[in-house]
Structure formats: structure tokens, C-alpha cells
């Protein structure tokens, strides 16, 4: 996974646009602060970054208040001697909603050459206005319960052109609601994996919560994000 997060960002900067921070999700939180720490060492080596332009706001079991993120971000405008830079931001649940609030531009806006990754133990103690800028990257294995492989497979198929079996099969079959909810669970499990389409997860999930309380029909949704996919 790491690894083709390496790739999108090198990719990315090469184009010079601008990088959406990460948000790096485990219920095991000392687990996941190792891994991103493992993440920048290996993006200073691969972009030959000197580590001093790695910025890390530790945990250290204290408020994160409005002062403390502004120090923090004060070099985000300047531009580094370096492809990028990286500020890492670990454990944001010690955000304050004003400090959290006050990084709502910066987050929207990040420049070029800013990699911020973020980490919590989950989405449930942050602001929706923070979740919405993010790319969020989940390490736990709660999804491989609604994981399916046999609509993952199509999935695949159907998003590399390998084959169209996924639309014909909903074509063809007498599916119900769940079923549809269940193929639309997979398309975020595969979205988010592949890191693609990663502006599509949210609106399937509002989608999805539609279904479930007013009824939405579920084949028109389904339709039509197979559809954005190959347009």
C-alpha cells in the first residue's frame, strides 16, 4: 500500500500539482505513527530530501491548540531548496475544533511542494470539514467483512477493460438492494486501495445511505458511477 502511495505522490509532484493531505487510519496508533515515519525516510531517499525538511508534530499527550499548529505550519508557504517537503501531524484527534478549523485552508490548498500526512485511530473524533479534504488511507482490517471476491474480481475486470461481466451481470440478474449495496461497498474498498477514484467515496457513501433510508434505487446508482468510470 505504502508503496503505491510512494509512487502517486512522486507522480504527482513530477506534475507539479498540488497533493491532497493523507490521513493514515489504525486502531493501533503507535503501529501506524511507525509506518508514516517509514514513509518519509523512504520518500527523502527516493526524492533526495534532506530529513531536516521533514517536520513532525509528536504526540505528546497534550491539546494540539491554535498556537501550537501555527508554529507547526509556519514553513508551509516557503518554498523548500527540495521537490517537496513533509510535515507530519501525529495522533489529530488532539486537534481543538479551533485548531482544526484554522487548518482548513491550508489543508484545501497545500502547494506543490507540501506532503502533510496526518494519523488517528479512526474518522469518529474528526471534523467532517477535515475528512473531506484528506485522502484517507484505512490499515485496519474491518472492511474484509463486507470485502467480497467475487464483485471485487468484476470490479477489477471491469475497471482495468480486462472484461464487462460486472454490467452484464447486473444487467441479467434479479439483484436486491443489498446485493447493490454490497457491489458499491466494494467499488470504495477498491477505490481505496488502488488509490483511485478517491473523490467518488463520499458521494457513494451518501449514495448508499440514500438507498438505505429514502428508497434511492440502487441500479441508477450503480449505473452510474460504472459509468464516470469510463467516461
Known sequence: ML??????????????????PFLFLWNNIS??????????????????????????????????KVR?????????????????????????????EESANSCLKIFEEPWV???????NESESSILDTILSRCTIVNFDNKED????????SMIDDYIRGINYSLASYIFKEKLEKE??????????IYF?????????????NDDINWIQK?????????DKYLIKIKN
Open 113 to 119: 511542494w507540501n506532503l502533510i500526512f496526518l494519523t
Open 3 to 20: 508503496n503505491n502511495i510512494i509512487e502517486i505522490i512522486i507522480s504527482q509532484l513530477n506534475k507539479k500539482e498540488e497533493i491532497a
Open 31 to 64: 503501529k501506524v505513527n511507525n509506518e508514516i515515519e517509514i514513509l518519509c525516510n523512504d520518500l527523502c531517499e527516493k526524492l533526495d530530501i534532506n530529513k531536516n525538511y521533514v517536520f513532525k508534530l509528536v504526540d505528546d499527550d497534550t491539546k494540539i
Open 145 to 152: 467483512d463486507i470485502k467480497n471476491d467475487f464483485y471485487y
Open 68 to 96: 501550537d499548529i501555527k508554529d507547526f505550519l509556519e514553513r508551509i508557504y516557503i518554498t523548500p531548496p527540495y521537490k517537496a517537503q513533509i510535515f507530519f501531524i501525529e495522533n489529530i484527534w488532539r486537534m481543538t
Open 179 to 188: 446485493a447493490y449495496i454490497k457491489i458499491l461497498k466494494n467499488l470504495i
Open 214 to 222: 429514502n428508497n434511492l434505487l440502487p441500479k441508477y446508482v450503480l
Open 192 to 204: 481505496r486501495e488502488k488509490l483511485i477514484y478517491l473523490d467518488f467515496i463520499e458521494k457513494i
